[in-house]
């Protein structure tokens, strides 16, 4: 695995790289990149205060994967994974794992106690499902031509919590 440099802080040019690294993977729309980085932007003008948190993956001094997440409004313990982009070139080397697992360990530290991802249940984005398998997220539904027709939002969960799963059951 190559020598990657990770930081949680967001820089202006970051805005540029990111947009270019959603668009090699060929996988998402304009607008969803425009949610994106409007997302970004709230951070670069305030902060965690937002409640949004990125990592950033560097190699070579060039950013080449961003992952960003935040507490779920309106839960206890909650938190989502909003978007998550490695550049197309570098997918399949793990470095996708390493942002997700750093992700959850921060969750953790802050007492988050289960993540969740949503992602389209389009064929390509096959490998973008079966990678949070691979991560032990299990899915937890799909919800059929919610985004389009032919294209359903599949929702994916993980425990953070030692017993994992609903305490209550």
């Not at 960003?68 to 994974?81: K, L, V």
């Not at 398998?133 to 969960?157: H, Q």
Request: charged content about 25%; aromatic content about 14%.
């Amino acid at each position: 695995m190559t020598d990657f440099i990770f930081r949680n802080i967001v820089l202006p040019e970051d805005r540029t790289v990111y947009r270019k690294i959603m668009e090699s993977t060929g996988l998402f729309y304009d607008f969803e990149m425009e949610v994106a980085l409007e997302i970004m932007d709230l951070f670069l003008k305030d902060g965690e205060k937002t409640g949004y948190y990125f990592i950033m993956a560097e190699l070579e001094g060039k950013t080449v994967g961003i992952i960003n997440y935040g507490p779920t409004p309106c839960t206890r313990a909650s938190w989502d994974i909003y978007w998550m982009a490695v550049q197309k070139d570098l997918q399949g080397k793990g470095l996708g794992s390493i942002l997700l697992g750093m992700a959850e360990n921060h969750i953790a530290s802050k007492q988050g106690e289960n993540i969740w991802i949503e992602t389209s249940g389009r064929p390509d984005y096959l490998p973008t499902r079966m990678f949070y398998l691979k991560n032990r997220y299990e899915k937890m539904c799909e919800l059929p031509d919610f985004y389009a027709m032919e294209d359903s939002k599949c929702i994916y969960g993980k425990y953070l919590r030692p017993s994992g799963g609903n305490p209550s059951r």
